[in-house]
């Protein structure tokens, strides 16, 4: 079974920039596409940004040119660089294959003030 372990989320200022981290278990992570979702509460979670096995990137229209999706396969690990963050932002942030299979990980809380 694949662990995931979110970092790097935190309070920022409006404007500002976060990386976060997923580092996945196991070898099986470089045979799917990821994705990290964000959730805020009574909401569905959402794809925010996605990566394909051979590095092909999808954002969703509301963080499209603000923030980039990679994977490093060697060391299990995917990333979402966050910039120009706004309120609308803040959300526990999740990584996971997609589509999604198996446990969440913690997830990473991003809060963004203005």
């Known amino acids: 079974q694949v662990r995931l372990v979110e970092s790097g989320g935190g309070l920022v200022q409006a404007g500002g920039s976060l990386r976060l981290s997923c580092a996945a278990s196991?070898?099986?992570?470089?045979?799917?596409?990821m994705g990290w979702y964000r959730q805020v509460p009574e909401k569905q979670r959402e794809l925010v940004a996605r990566?394909?096995?051979?590095?092909?990137?999808n954002y969703a229209d509301s963080v499209k040119g603000r923030f980039t999706i990679s994977r490093d396969n060697a060391k299990n690990t995917v990333y979402l660089q966050m910039n120009s963050l706004n309120t609308e932002d803040t959300a526990v942030y999740y990584c996971?294959?997609?589509?999604?299979?198996?446990?969440w990980g913690q997830g990473t809380q991003v809060t963004v003030s203005s």
């Open positions: 196991g070898s099986i992570f470089r045979l799917y596409a």
């Open positions: 990566v394909s096995v051979y590095g092909t990137t």
């Open positions: 996971n294959a997609d589509p999604a299979f198996g446990s």
